[in-house]
């Protein structure tokens, strides 16, 4: 009987299950694409304008650059900002101290802003010097820290740090800047010689119009008590 003979040998043979625990396994170690997509975008664009190579940055040496580059987006904080794309130019140290680079840099930047008294636009240039260590492994420098990318180094986040510092919270068009004026709005700059309002009261004046001009005066020697 051959089907019982090929039943036996079938029934003989052990068929091969398959693992859970090694099925798992393999899909855990095979890297998802969404594990590639985090780790490029956590890795830093070489061709940045405020990424710079240190592979030629030997033991306890130091280099130094001056270049002009174009300013990223948000750079700056509150009424006052970087112009995005704007010509901002460096100087930067790098120096090697053995668990890090040590960057010095002096940058030079343009500004856009609007005026804190008088609300107009207006336009200056600031200085920014930061001096920061870029740790070579994560957790050397701490948390808030800065740390390098394999051989390259973004300048950017400490320059954003440094600018945010340096920046006023209240910027002016100009130190003597006399604003606006409280009664109608008008820029006190742009208005007449001696700008000003009568004296009506203000808001007490509807107060005084609702009681009467009799209500809450005293008698001369009084005590403001009728008998």
């Given amino acids: 009987m051959p089907n019982a003979k090929l039943s036996g040998r079938a029934a003989a ?8 625990t090694e099925t798992t396994g393999r899909a855990a170690a095979r890297p998802t694409r969404a594990a590639h997509e985090t780790v490029k975008r956590q890795r830093n664009d ?3 304008p405020l990424v710079f ?28 900002r970087v ?11 790098f120096e090697d101290v053995g668990d890090g680079v040590l960057v010095t840099a002096l940058a030079t930047a343009p500004l856009v802003g609007e005026c ?30 800065y740390v390098l990318d394999g051989d390259l180094l973004d300048v950017e986040p400490a320059l954003r740090d440094a600018l945010v510092l340096e ?11 006399a604003g606006l004026c409280g009664r109608c709005g008008v820029k006190l700059a742009d208005a007449e010689a001696g700008h000003a309002h009568p ?3 203000g808001v007490w004046a509807v107060l005084k119009d609702l009681l009467g001009p009799d209500q809450g005066e005293e008698e001369p020697g009084g005590n403001g008590r009728q008998d």
């Fill in 13 to 20: 043979r052990p068929a091969r299950s398959v693992d859970q």
């Fill in 46 to 48: 070489p061709r940045g």
């Fill in 53 to 80: 190579d240190i592979r030629t940055l030997g033991p306890a040496s130091a280099r130094s650059e001056s270049l002009t580059v174009r300013a990223p987006a948000d750079l700056g904080a509150g009424m006052v």
């Fill in 83 to 93: 112009p995005e794309g704007s010509e901002l130019d460096l100087e930067v140290q």
């Fill in 116 to 145: 804190a008294r008088c609300l107009d636009e207006f336009t200056s240039s600031t200085e920014v010097r930061f001096c920061e260590l870029f740790a070579a492994r994560p957790g050397e420098s701490g948390d808030d820290g």
């Fill in 167 to 177: 920046l006023p919270l209240s910027p002016l068009c100009r130190p003597d800047c």
């Fill in 199 to 201: 004296d009506d009261g």
